[in-house]
């Protein structure tokens, strides 16, 4: 018996082939007919007008730290997301060793939406947590190989002695038993930042027998960009994993000349064989922490050390001086150039700070009568790591330029939120794939329609090995997304981000609606993906 008919719709399937006018029938969480469907009992949609592609799937989300807070998702279902992949730049909340376990959770405060700590410490036990939620999406997780260097090494900026290194392979393999999809490092971060060539590849190896793929945020995406993005491709090459470029984009205008660069040694990659793919956000401007804009080795011992060496005259003398040389080998991020007027404060913790929600570190220094490098060393030293930030210095033309790359994933880098969340985040965490469908196919033509939801669809499918999601075939995982092309559109900015994109009408996760009419139903369907189920749910 069928449960859900999408009648008359337009349909685009996900493979990048011309829209079809069709019925979609689902039964049993399974896409049932593609074609005519004779009228009967099942709930019946008039989809007449509307886009139906496969639900979108975000090869890039930090929702791993705000799930078993937010488990509706409803920033992600709302604008079509139905499958999330967590644990990416190098963070994930596993594996987590009793010795270090509060520098961990003090490192990832900034993605931290208020975790359960202690329930867990095994990537298997992680996911067993998830299993327990009442998701309204599909959620699956990388290893991240910071969390995994932290368990390890602590912030230590060493060389791993073969120990430690074997230690470090063994946590991921856990990981790839339990079910993750790979494994992702976060270069730009400590203690991830200390980690040479050998032992990215070590770690890149150990998931290649379980068919996992490397998931990075390279080592610079400002001055040293094409270095970053050519370690990026050996460790492909040497640890015979395919490569995912985490939220390609160059920061600062003195580097944006060096995309065609990048995407010379892509497509030069690519060319010799290596599996290589971008994912990346529509906007011109990023989030991080506050902290990458220390020197490397003002992390080490982690966030209560970083406090400490701030509260110290000397060190912080010392932390200023490399700030203002500007040397970018030196500073978390690799950036030449400390722009404040660019950086605007999103969250903080509650308390005094959060009357600079909103500002950018020009403003905020100001109203103390500071230089802008000593509103930041001041804030770090009061809040530690547990400071959010939107940084702008992007490029528009760069912008669009890899997004009408083929290998390019639209990938929010967002988490799950919840209106009543607070704060100036990101407007990504709402508006990612409603913006790409509204502002870059429909007003502007950077891509196609059937183009672009291939980007969301069977691309990062195919680059999870998720054999039955990202298309609409008979036989298929039904996650669908009923939207309206001609108003679909991003309502969350910069000013405002708390707000749900508008024109998507329904949502379906595994044969079920979550989303009808614009509005939660509050519908269980969603499922945790394991790599070992092929992405069966």
Same mark, same amino acid.
Not at 90 to 118: I, N, T
Not at 223 to 235: C, D, F, G, I, R
Not at 296 to 315: I, K, T
Not at 469 to 484: H, K, M, S
């Given at each position: 018996?069928?449960?859900?008919?999408? /009648?008359?719709?337009?349909?685009?399937?996900?493979?990048?082939?011309?829209?079809?006018?069709?019925?979609? @029938?689902?039964?049993?969480?399974?896409?049932?007919?593609?074609?005519? &469907?004779? /009228?009967?009992?099942?709930?019946?949609?008039?989809?007449?007008?509307?886009?139906?592609?496969?639900?979108?799937?975000?090869?890039?989300?930090?929702?791993?730290?705000?799930?078993?807070?937010?488990?509706?998702?409803?920033?992600?279902?709302?604008?079509?997301?139905?499958?999330?992949?967590?644990?990416?730049?190098?963070?994930?909340?596993?594996?987590?060793?009793?010795?270090?376990?509060?520098?961990?959770?003090?490192?990832?405060?900034?993605?931290?939406?208020?975790?359960?700590?202690?329930?867990?410490?095994?990537? @298997?036990?992680?996911?067993?947590?998830?299993?327990?939620?009442?998701?309204?999406?599909?959620?699956?997780?990388?290893?991240?190989?910071?969390?995994?260097?932290?368990?390890?090494?602590?912030?230590?900026?060493?060389?791993?002695?073969?120990?430690?290194?074997?230690?470090?392979?063994?946590?991921?393999?856990?990981?790839?038993?339990?079910?993750?999809?790979?494994?992702?490092?976060?270069?730009?971060?400590?203690?991830? @930042?200390?980690?040479?060539?050998?032992?990215?590849?070590?770690?890149?190896?150990?998931?290649?027998?379980?068919?996992?793929?490397?998931?990075?945020?390279?080592?610079?995406?400002?001055?040293?960009?094409?270095?970053?993005?050519?370690?990026?491709?050996?460790?492909?090459?040497?640890?015979?994993?395919?490569?995912?470029?985490?939220?390609?984009?160059?920061?600062?205008?003195?580097?944006?000349?060096?995309?065609?660069?990048?995407?010379?040694?892509?497509?030069?990659?690519?060319?010799?064989?290596?599996?290589?793919?971008?994912?990346?956000?529509?906007?011109?401007?990023?989030?991080?922490?506050?902290?990458?804009?220390?020197?490397?080795?003002?992390?080490?011992?982690?966030?209560?050390?970083?406090?400490?060496?701030?509260?110290?005259?000397?060190?912080?003398?010392?932390?200023?001086?490399?700030?203002?040389?500007?040397?970018?080998?030196?500073? &978390?991020?690799?950036?030449?150039?400390?722009?404040?007027?660019?950086?605007?404060?999103?969250?903080?913790?509650?308390?005094?700070?959060?009357?600079?929600?909103?500002?950018?570190?020009?403003?905020?220094?100001?109203? /103390?009568?500071?230089?802008?490098?000593?509103?930041?060393?001041?804030?770090?030293?009061?809040?530690?790591?547990?400071?959010?930030?939107?940084?702008?210095?992007?490029?528009?033309?760069?912008?669009?330029?890899?997004?009408?790359?083929?290998?390019?994933?639209?990938?929010?880098?967002?988490?799950?939120?919840?209106?009543?969340?607070?704060? /100036?985040?990101?407007?990504?965490?709402?508006?990612?794939?409603?913006?790409?469908?509204?502002?870059?196919?429909?007003?502007?033509?950077?891509?196609?329609?059937?183009?672009?939801?291939?980007?969301?669809?069977?691309?990062?499918?195919?680059?999870?090995?998720?054999?039955?999601?990202?298309?609409?075939?008979?036989?298929?995982?039904?996650?669908?997304?009923?939207?309206?092309?001609?108003?679909?559109?991003?309502?969350?900015?910069?000013?405002?981000?708390?707000?749900?994109?508008?024109?998507?009408?329904?949502?379906?996760?595994?044969?079920?609606?979550?989303?009808?009419?614009?509005?939660?139903?509050?519908?269980? @369907?969603?499922?945790?993906?394991?790599?070992?189920?092929?992405?069966?749910?």
């Amino acid at each position: 018996m069928r449960d859900i008919v999408f /009648r008359g719709a337009s349909v685009v399937d996900g493979t990048g082939a011309a829209a079809f006018t069709a019925d979609v @029938s689902v039964a049993d969480g399974r896409i049932d007919t593609v074609g005519s &469907v004779a /009228r009967g009992s099942a709930v019946s949609v008039d989809a007449r007008g509307m886009v139906l592609s496969p639900g979108f799937i975000d090869l890039h989300t930090h929702s791993d730290f705000a799930l078993p807070i937010y488990p509706r998702a409803s920033s992600m279902t709302r604008q079509g997301v139905t499958t999330q992949l967590t644990g990416n730049c190098g963070f994930s909340p596993f594996p987590v060793v009793d010795a270090r376990a509060d520098m961990l959770r003090e490192y990832s405060g900034f993605l931290d939406a208020g975790l359960p700590w202690g329930s867990w410490s095994s990537a @298997s036990e992680y996911l067993k947590l998830l299993d327990a939620l009442p998701l309204a999406g599909n959620v699956a997780c990388l290893v991240g190989h910071g969390t995994v260097r932290m368990a390890v090494m602590g912030f230590d900026t060493g060389v791993p002695d073969p120990s430690q290194l074997e230690a470090m392979r063994a946590f991921v393999e856990e990981g790839m038993q339990a079910g993750t999809f790979g494994v992702s490092t976060g270069l730009t971060y400590a203690p991830a @930042s200390a980690a040479a060539i050998e032992e990215l590849v070590a770690v890149a190896a150990a998931v290649a027998p379980y068919g996992g793929f490397y998931a990075t945020h390279i080592r610079s995406e400002a001055t040293t960009l094409l270095e970053a993005v050519a370690e990026a491709l050996e460790v492909g090459r040497r640890g015979h994993v395919p490569v995912q470029l985490s939220h390609h984009k160059i920061m600062g205008r003195d580097n944006w000349p060096k995309l065609a660069a990048s995407l010379a040694l892509i497509e030069s990659a690519r060319a010799d064989g290596l599996d290589v793919m971008l994912d990346q956000y529509p906007y011109t401007a990023g989030s991080t922490t506050l902290a990458v804009i220390l020197p490397r080795w003002a992390l080490v011992g982690g966030v209560a050390a970083m406090r400490q060496r701030l509260a110290s005259p000397e060190n912080r003398a010392e932390i200023r001086a490399v700030i203002a040389d500007q040397r970018p080998e030196d500073l &978390v991020a690799g950036l030449r150039v400390f722009e404040p007027d660019f950086v605007v404060i999103a969250e903080v913790p509650e308390g005094p700070l959060a009357e600079y929600i909103g500002l950018t570190v020009t403003d905020v220094a100001r109203r /103390r009568n500071q230089e802008p490098v000593d509103t930041v060393l001041d804030l770090l030293a009061a809040a530690g790591g547990d400071i959010l930030t939107v940084v702008h210095g992007q490029s528009e033309e760069n912008l669009r330029t890899i997004m009408a790359n083929e290998f390019t994933a639209i990938a929010s880098d967002g988490w799950t939120l919840s209106p009543e969340a607070g704060g /100036r985040p990101h407007p990504r965490n709402y508006g990612t794939y409603a913006r790409v469908l509204g502002r870059y196919v429909r007003e502007e033509q950077v891509l196609g329609l059937e183009d672009a939801v291939r980007k969301m669809t069977s691309l990062p499918a195919s680059r999870m090995g998720l054999s039955d999601r990202g298309v609409i075939r008979e036989g298929a995982a039904a996650d669908l997304v009923l939207f309206d092309p001609s108003t679909v559109a991003d309502r969350a900015d910069f000013d405002r981000p708390h707000q749900f994109s508008a024109g998507v009408r329904t949502v379906v996760v595994n044969g079920r609606i979550v989303i009808d009419d614009g509005e939660d139903t509050g519908a269980v @369907s969603g499922t945790v993906l394991r790599k070992n189920d092929r992405g069966r749910a």
